[in-house]
């Protein structure tokens, strides 16, 4: 049975709160869904539900999978972005200060905190450990995503469709020394490793003798928002100290998540 929608007055006020709606339900279903069933949960006439879709597409907030015939409406990239705006905003960096912090003094190497920026991550927090060597990382720098340990966990974490939408040819990846994915396929299959591990890391591909290893932050629906990491030498860290690195980054990405609300 359709679910009716809500009295509201004023065309204005009207297309706006159906477009939230649309959104709404896209952010809440794990996959894209067909026009006329978007239209039958929100208890909306198809037509207006076509045309709100070709709008929210026309944008970036909507994107289309065609296949068997059928095509299937989920959130696009522009909706992506506009989350990763709200995870940018001074709440969310107080909340990870501390925790931040917590993971320097835990593992005695950089720790940094991270979010996805379109192909870009963009570090928020950068705290760094006594006696240890500089970084090319630091607050408000950006890096492509895919040569960062931190860029990994979050794309790790998205659909596969919209990193293919990011990253659709060779030429959208690009490398700072000679490591590094590049080809959408050799990226796909990095991903396929970091999901099965379920933490993320890169060993000079940023910058030579370095390595990290980055664990995602998912809000109250599940959604990848941020990611912690820590850089070493990739020389000073043995096997042993590694899998402890591992462990404090994902605990540090567990603790925030749970402050976020996942998992209630």
């Not at 794990?30 to 070709?54: C, D, K, N, T």
């Not at 190497?109 to 979010?115: D, I």
Request: aromatic share 4%; hydrophobic share 45%; glycine share 8%.
């Amino acid at each position: 049975m359709a679910r009716p929608a809500p009295a509201r007055s004023g065309a204005p006020a009207r297309g706006a709160e159906d477009v939230l709606r649309v959104l709404g339900l896209l952010t809440r279903r794990p996959e894209p869904m067909p026009a006329a069933m978007i239209a039958s949960v929100l208890g909306l006439p198809r037509s207006s539900a076509y045309r709100l879709l070709g709008v929210l597409v026309d944008h970036g907030f909507v994107a289309i999978e065609e296949g068997a015939g059928s095509r299937r409406y989920g959130l696009g990239v522009a909706a992506h972005e506009l989350g990763s705006a709200y995870t940018r905003q001074a709440p969310l960096q107080r909340a990870a200060r501390p925790v931040l912090i917590k993971l320097v003094e835990r593992t005695t190497h950089s720790g940094h905190f991270a979010v996805l920026h379109g192909r870009d991550v963009l570090y928020l927090l950068e705290e760094r450990a006594p006696g240890r060597p500089s970084l090319v990382t630091d607050a408000g720098v950006r890096l492509p995503a895919p040569l960062t340990a931190s860029g990994l966990a979050l794309l790790a974490a998205v659909p596969t469709r919209q990193v293919r939408a990011l990253f659709p040819s060779a030429a959208d990846l690009v490398l700072r020394t000679d490591h590094g994915p590049t080809t959408p396929s050799a990226l796909q299959r990095l991903l396929v490793d970091v999901r099965r591990d379920g933490y993320a890391g890169e060993h000079g591909t940023v910058a030579k003798d370095l390595s990290s290893v980055a664990a995602a932050v998912r809000d109250f629906t599940a959604q990848p928002v941020a990611a912690f990491a820590v850089t070493y030498r990739t020389d000073d860290v043995d096997a042993d100290e590694h899998a402890a690195l591992v462990q404090a980054v994902s605990a540090a990405a567990t603790a925030l998540s749970a402050r976020l609300g996942h998992g209630r």
